[in-house]
């Protein structure tokens, strides 16, 4: 079963670039439907991008023309890349793994957008 580490949080202002990573073990990124999904305190779990085992991408309205997902089968890493980073994409970023037989987590990472 594929474990999930997500890395790539940080601190950064309004405006500024980040490029989470979502490194996998255990299975292959290109056998699952992968994911970004986010989540801010007191609301639900909110999911963002994915990208599919044929490199179809699809994206939440809200980060649509700011946010890549791409995926490297070389590195088994997916990553998210973020631009034109607004404050209320403050939140914690979780990389997602999704087949028939399963949804695997990783434990998420913090991306804080302020000035």
């Known amino acids: 079963q594929v474990q999930l580490v997500e890395s790539g949080g940080d601190l950064v202002q309004p405006g500024g670039s980040l490029r989470l990573s979502c490194a996998a073990s255990g299975s292959s990124v290109s056998m699952y439907v992968m994911g970004w999904y986010r989540q801010t305190p007191g609301k639900q779990r909110e999911w963002v991008a994915h990208i599919t085992p044929g490199d179809s991408t699809n994206y939440v309205d809200f980060v649509k023309g700011r946010f890549t997902i791409s995926r490297d089968n070389a590195k088994n890493t997916v990553f998210l890349q973020m631009n034109s980073l607004k404050p209320e994409d403050t939140a914690v970023y979780y990389c997602?793994?999704?087949?028939?037989?399963?949804?695997?987590w990783g434990k998420g990472t913090l991306v804080t957008v302020s000035s």
């Open positions: 997602n793994a999704r087949s028939l037989m399963a949804s695997i």
